[in-house]
């Protein structure tokens, strides 16, 4: 049974899948944004549905805080070949609950200097993830295809561009996971990395 995490919620992996973790699949869907139309003279008004184009990314920070190495739509492998993105997604919709982008993450790769894999999503074509619906990140076990936690992104839906969505860090030995939901302004993750330093 999936947890439903809260905003700053941490969990352990192996705790919630039960036994040590290898793969993982990072997991981002949204609906069409919901658009109100006024229509011409206020006749025909309505609502009509818009794609948008978000990215997710996921940035390797070392034991220092320093970023190490980025998988995002224009580096869809790192260089470790630990961590694959899925490429970019640029129209959102699709059946609800579905993937729109995927980072998958062999853990037992990713090299021992990486203290902390942080997940970003941006609007690259610059709207603002006010009216998109049914937006959520969730991690699943790859070997069995279940998920483990889902974050709702919908309940942080607002007029911003950036969101810092969650982290996946060492600690103890074991990875774990925090649900952040912090939201920035940006196109791209380079322009979150100020809003991200407090959570490494």
């Known amino acids: 049974m999936a947890i439903n995490l809260q905003k700053g919620q941490r969990i352990s992996l192996t ?11 990072m997991g981002l869907g949204w609906g069409m944004k919901q658009v109100q139309s006024k229509g011409f003279l206020g006749f025909g008004g309505g609502t009509r549905q818009e794609s948008v184009d978000l990215d997710a990314s996921c940035l390797l920070f070392d ?22 993105h899925s490429g970019d997604d640029r129209s959102g919709g699709g059946e609800e609950g579905a993937d729109n982008e995927r980072i998958s993450i062999d853990l037992s790769q990713v090299p021992a ?6 997940f970003t999503v941006n609007s690259f074509s610059g709207e603002s993830f006010a009216g998109i619906p049914n937006a959520f990140c969730r991690l699943v076990d790859d070997a069995t295809g279940s998920e483990i936690a889902r974050f709702d992104l919908s309940l942080e839906a607002g007029n911003h561009t950036g969101l810092v969505m969650t982290k996946l860090y060492r600690h103890d030995n074991e990875w774990k996971m925090q649900a952040i939901g912090e939201s920035a302004e940006g196109r791209t993750f380079h322009d ?7 959570y490494l």
């Open 192 to 198: 979150l990395l100020p809003a991200l330093r407090p």
């Open 63 to 84: 034991t220092s805080g320093n970023l190490a190495d980025t998988v995002w739509f224009r580096q869809l492998k790192s260089h470790c070949g630990s961590i694959h």
């Open 113 to 118: 200097t990486v203290q902390t894999l942080i």
């Open 15 to 25: 705790k919630e899948a039960g036994r040590g973790l290898a793969r993982v699949v």
